[in-house]
């Protein structure tokens, strides 16, 4: 069974750090490219930070300096290190991979809608992050 499992979630004062963890099973992780979304209440679905399976890395402009996806192929694992978290960063973070061909990182709509998600292979239940002043 494919599956991915976030942890790491909470809540954190501005200015604090958070690191979100997301280990993956029933595919080869080494394989696949691997990164986090986000969606605030009223908002989105919105691509924060992922890294490919080539090693190559994208991050959204509003995350850029602070925060950092890596990853540990040998734990099937992805990594969000999240600092200098803002209010605006309070969200659901969701974990997603994609293996094979075909996915699409960039389709719109709700993170939990059937549709975005059909867009990529695996999907984590999301963690949610609290940012408080």
């Known amino acids: 069974e494919v599956q991915l499992v976030e942890s790491g979630g909470g809540s954190v004062q501005a200015g604090g750090s958070l690191r979100l963890t997301c280990t993956a099973s029933?595919?080869?992780?080494?394989?696949?490219?691997a990164g986090w979304y986000r969606q605030a209440p009223g908002n989105e679905c919105e691509l924060v930070s992922m890294m490919n399976r080539d090693g190559s890395t994208y991050s959204a402009d509003s995350v850029k300096g602070r925060f950092t996806v890596s990853r540990d192929n040998a734990k099937a694992t992805v990594y969000l290190q999240m600092n200098s978290l803002k209010l605006i960063d309070t969200a659901v973070y969701y974990c997603?991979?994609?293996?094979?061909?075909?996915?699409?990182?960039?389709?719109?709509?709700?993170?939990?809608?059937?549709?975005?998600?059909?867009?990529?292979?695996?999907w984590g239940p999301g963690t949610p992050v609290t940012v408080s002043s």
């Open positions: 997603a991979a994609d293996y094979g061909v075909g996915g699409n990182w960039n389709a719109k709509g709700p993170c939990s809608d059937a549709g975005l998600r059909g867009y990529l292979k695996a």
């Open positions: 029933g595919f080869n992780f080494d394989s696949s490219d």
